[in-house]
């Protein structure tokens, strides 16, 4: 159910099981390190010029994503692929989740406690499907996390975009730069928001449409 190369961290176990571990435990006291490669390149402050265009569609996705859940029912949110996948409610969850997780808990980005994940690199709520989430609390957690990335998009500069920052993971480094986590994430809120739009449609509900200038949503079948 996870990209190819998402990462052990966030989607070891999406696939073929009923958990979405996140496995983050396994970091927690371990080092993180900033290797800032162009000097004076995280201002505390506005930068002269942001990468906000260069991520013009995305807080369209994010918007189009939150106007289908708060429509959801508890029917839709439980609804899975198979008994071996995690239901619709879950992989909500799991988007809003890794942006904390990658921006907070890997980058040292600010803004954690704003969001129900003040722990970073604590367990997300996918990791327990025997507390399932309702729209209020999945809206709530889209829409906070979002802030911390829309925060990133303001204040990161292009040439910010080069940082390495490394983790240690079980022992072995793992060096992530601030682009290759944009990405990751970009295309990781589009990859289960597509994820979830079959779940739903197979099932018969309406779809998430994260392009179409007018409607929100998908009929089941439609595509555009």
């Known amino acids: 159910m996870c990209q190819s190369g998402e ?21 927690r006291s371990e080092q ?24 013009d569609q995305w807080p369209q ?25 995690a239901p619709v409610w879950a992989i909500v969850a799991h988007i809003a989740g890794a942006r904390v997780y990658w921006l907070c808990g890997v980058l040292g980005e600010p803004g954690a406690e704003t969001t129900p994940f ?14 399932p989430r309702q729209v209020p609390e999945l809206v709530t957690a889209l829409a906070t996390t979002w802030r911390i990335v829309d925060d990133c998009l ?18 072995a480094p793992q060096t992530h730069s601030r682009t290759s986590v944009l990405q990751r994430l970009f295309s990781h809120d589009a990859y289960h928001c597509g994820e979830m739009s079959q ?4 099932a ?21």
């Open 154 to 171: 303001e204040r990161w500069a292009p040439e910010m975009l080069i940082d390495t920052f490394e983790r240690r993971r079980l022992g």
């Open 32 to 55: 993180r390190t900033h290797n800032p490669l162009v000097a004076g390149s995280s201002p505390a402050g506005p930068t002269p010029m942001s990468i906000r265009p260069f991520y």
């Open 7 to 27: 990462g052990e961290d966030k989607c070891q176990t999406f696939a073929g099981t009923l958990g979405i571990s996140r496995a983050r435990s396994s970091i």
């Open 199 to 202: 779940t739903l449609g197979v």
């Open 118 to 131: 003040p722990d970073p690199l604590g367990d997300g709520w996918e990791d327990d499907e025997d507390k």
């Open 204 to 224: 018969g509900f309406r779809q998430i449409d994260l392009w179409g200038p007018e409607g929100l949503a998908r009929e089941p079948g439609q595509y555009g």
């Open 61 to 85: 996705y994010n918007q189009r994503l939150i106007d289908v859940v708060v429509e959801m029912s508890p029917e839709q949110l439980a609804v899975r692929p198979d008994v071996t996948r």
